[in-house]
Nanobody, 122 residues
Framework: QVQLVESGGGLVQAGGSLRISCAAS????????VGWFRQAPGKEREFVAA????????YYADSVKGRFTISRDNAKNTVYLQMDGLKPEDTAVYYC???????????????WGQGTQVTVSS
């Protein structure tokens, strides 16, 4: 069982930066791939970024590639999403998820956090 808690969301101006975190319980966290997803009002939840258990492999949605960076610190059981060059269209609730594989669809993850709101003003 893995419990995930996101933090670090907030309000930022366009062009600004924000780092959100996903803290996990459990001693086997390094075995799990972790993905970040986001959901804007009236839209489906979409993939943002993912990282393998070791941290060696990372994946990004085209819409955030070059602006967002995913990383993890397994000693702290935490995954981070550094978001630079934020745009109003990045406004959404951001969720982290953990699962046995690193994939870009929501169905591949077994555990989800409660989400953290990110709002980018123009």
């Amino acid at each position: 069982q893995v419990q995930l808690v996101e933090s670090g969301g907030g309000l930022v101006q366009a062009g600004g930066s924000l780092r959100i975190s996903c803290a996990a319980s459990g001693r086997t966290f390094s075995r799990y791939g972790v993905g970040w997803f986001r959901q804007a009002p009236g839209k489906e939840r979409e993939f943002v970024a993912a990282i393998s258990g070791s941290g060696i492999s990372t994946y990004y949605a085209d819409s955030v590639k070059g602006r967002f960076t995913i990383s993890r610190d397994n000693a702290k059981n935490t995954v981070y999403l550094q978001m630079d060059g934020l745009k109003p269209e990045d406004t959404a609730v951001y969720y982290c998820a953990a699962g046995p594989r690193v994939i870009v669809t929501t169905s591949g993850y077994d555990y989800w956090g409660q989400g953290t709101q990110v709002t980018v003003s123009s």
